[in-house]
């Protein structure tokens, strides 16, 4: 059985992330949002609370034990400042904790610390494509046994800071199984395209990655020559966006609940009005329950346990609880809902990619 209460350990790093959330991010946001640029000191400050560095045993530069508990609770945190610069932020996640699941000790030795150890820098995956069937468990981009090694060809989207990658954990399928290489950025036949034009998270830049015949030698494969097992990598990715919407969708509500109960309409607070209250209470139900599908997903994978179907549920319920959440926050402020003044309009547009953004951040 688990508990609903953070440990003391928990509830520190939870309190230092909201407070950078709401002080810095928050702030920054609109900025970030309207110039398309993520201040480097903002990524570095969030960097430094440790939140990577957390989950990554001693032995491998870090200065925790794993807990996708602890992840999930600070992915959360972290998104209800925004979005885009927490996605920024947790980027070396998405490179790290698949070594840390699936890599081999010689593996995690040698690609682990130079990430965490020193400031923030983009070694990030390449894992979301570009289909609307995708599912992280089965991928388009192809990857062939060579005699020297392996050889990748595919189109990956969604890539952050690939224009300035110090390294890529590319995601392929190697006989149907999806498996994950290391890829220099200066490997031959790798492309990366121009900045995606998104209709949310403007302020991170991603980028379409192209490999025609990209040859990687035999020990950049992930788990060594037998690969690894690719379920808790996938679950990690779903739940971990399903908790950042969870944050996206309270930053909405808890915006939306006291403008309605301070603006009046025909002498009452709006938030008085039957249709309002009624759907001020269906937000708050959705954000609550759907918290705890992602919590449970994660104490699942702590356990050492099959998280895959409990991970795939999170994801669902978050992507749908993000959209209507934020739509409804709108709906609230009126036409102020529709006015950049207010952050309600930049929430819905976030949360609208959520049920694509899986795979941008890992815990």
């Known amino acids: 059985m688990y508990s609903f209460e953070p440990s003391e350990e928990q509830r520190m790093l939870i309190d230092a992330v909201e407070r950078y959330a709401a002080n810095d991010l928050r702030e920054a946001a609109r900025d970030a949002e309207e110039s398309g640029e993520i201040p480097r000191t903002l990524i570095e400050k969030g960097w430094e609370m440790g939140v990577l560095q957390a989950s990554v045993p001693e032995q491998y530069g870090g200065f925790g034990e794993h807990s996708a508990v602890t992840g999930v609770l600070a992915a959360e945190a972290m998104a209800c400042g925004d979005l885009a610069i927490a996605l920024a932020v947790m980027a070396p996640s998405t490179y790290v904790m698949p070594i840390l699941y699936g890599g081999t000790e010689a593996q995690k030795e040698a690609l682990i610390p130079p990430v965490i150890e020193a400031e923030w820098k983009p070694y ?83 980028f379409p990655l192209t490999l025609e015949d990209v040859k990687v030698p035999t020990d950049a494969r992930l788990g060594g020559d037998d690969g690894f097992d690719p379920a808790p990598v996938i679950a990690s990715a779903q739940f971990t966006i399903a908790a950042m919407a969870i944050g996206l969708s309270k930053a909405a509500l808890d915006y939306a609940l006291p403008y309605a109960k301070e603006r009046e309409v025909w002498g009452k607070p709006i938030a008085q009005r039957q249709s309002i209250a009624f759907m001020l209470a269906e937000m708050a139900i959705e954000v609550e329950s759907n918290r705890l599908l992602a919590w449970e997903a994660a104490w699942i994978l702590d356990e050492e346990q099959d998280a895959s179907k409990a991970a795939y549920l999170a994801l669902m319920g978050a992507s749908d609880t993000a959209m209507s959440v934020t739509d409804r926050a709108v709906q609230v402020l009126g036409g102020h809902g529709y006015i950049r003044e207010h952050p309600v309009e930049l929430w819905m547009r976030n949360g609208r990619g959520i049920s694509t953004f899986a795979g941008m951040a890992m815990v």
């Open 124 to 206: 990030v995956a390449a894992l979301t494509e570009s289909r609307f069937d995708f599912h992280l468990g089965e991928m388009s981009t192809i990857a062939k046994k060579t005699k020297s090694g392996y050889s990748l060809t595919g189109e990956k989207v969604y890539v952050p800071f690939a224009d300035q990658a110090e390294s890529f954990l590319v995601f392929a399928a190697l006989d149907g199984k999806t498996q994950a290489f290391i890829v220099p950025p200066d490997a031959k036949g790798l492309t990366v395209g121009e900045r995606d034009k998104l209709l949310g998270i403007q302020a991170l830049p991603t």
